[in-house]
């Protein structure tokens, strides 16, 4: 299985903040990677797939980027309704396999 | 708006079966521009896919789940299935039906819509 590592595990930032978070595969995975938020109790949301394109509805300050191995998700101004654990998942090959979470929370 | 709803029991004893269902509205679960998968979360930790299936009933599972697991479609009723047998404390988890857009060259796991989440418990 493609194992998916994402750094860091937590993080604390302020209203405004740019906030940044890395994902990386285990093996080359092209482009085939995706973003969900997930806020607490609830299920996922799909933010960005393959790579770089922003899901419907999804806000413009989200924003993804990379490729083979190398991925990053970039909110550009952090919200208060951004809290949340943020997920990569890549689906390259079988089976799809999520990064271990990002917990973004306020300041 | 499409919607997805789990459905099944909250508490499933050691070596017994889990046995959930998906119920799909707003839209039909024969459109194939889509597969329907499962999804699971421990308490606490992180996702892990189960696998997808296909109108037609093609499957697709994950390898470390594949001997225990078993997906079906039922159209008429626009619900789909998950089946897993022999189930331990290890399989306590929340489970999350979902959409996931379809590609033609691959199988591809986008999960655009998602159910609330069914909390299965494995306890005697």
């Known amino acids: 299985d493609i194992q998916m590592t994402q750094s860091p595990s937590s993080l604390s930032a302020s209203v405004g903040d740019r906030v940044t978070i890395t994902c990386q595969a285990s093996q080359d995975i092209r482009d085939y990677l995706n973003w969900y938020q997930q806020k607490p109790g609830k299920a996922p949301n799909l933010l960005i797939y393959?790579?770089?394109h922003l899901a419907t509805g999804v806000p413009s300050r989200f924003s993804g980027s990379g490729s083979g191995t190398d991925f990053t998700f970039t909110i550009s101004s952090l919200q208060p309704e951004d809290i949340a654990t943020y997920y990569c998942q890549q689906y390259d090959t079988l089976p799809a396999t999520f990064g271990p979470g990002t917990k973004v929370d306020i300041k | 708006q499409l919607q997805l709803q789990e459905s099944g029991p909250g508490l499933v004893k050691p070596s017994e079966t889990l046995s959930l269902i998906c119920t799909v509205s707003?839209?039909?679960?024969?459109?194939?521009?889509?597969?329907w998968g499962w999804i699971r979360q421990p308490p606490g930790k992180g996702l892990e896919w189960i696998g997808n299936i296909y109108y037609s009933g093609s499957t697709y599972y994950s390898p470390s789940l594949k001997s225990r697991v078993t997906m079906s479609v039922d159209t008429s009723t626009n619900q789909f299935s998950l089946k897993l047998s022999s189930v331990t404390a290890a399989d306590t988890a929340v489970y999350y039906c979902?959409?996931?857009?379809?590609?033609?060259?691959?199988?591809?796991?986008?999960?655009?819509?998602w159910g609330q989440g069914l909390l299965v418990t494995v306890s005697s």
């Open positions: 393959d790579a770089s």
């Open positions: 707003g839209g039909s679960i024969s459109s194939g521009s889509y597969h």
């Open positions: 979902a959409r996931s857009i379809r590609a033609v060259t691959m199988i591809a796991v986008v999960l655009v819509d």
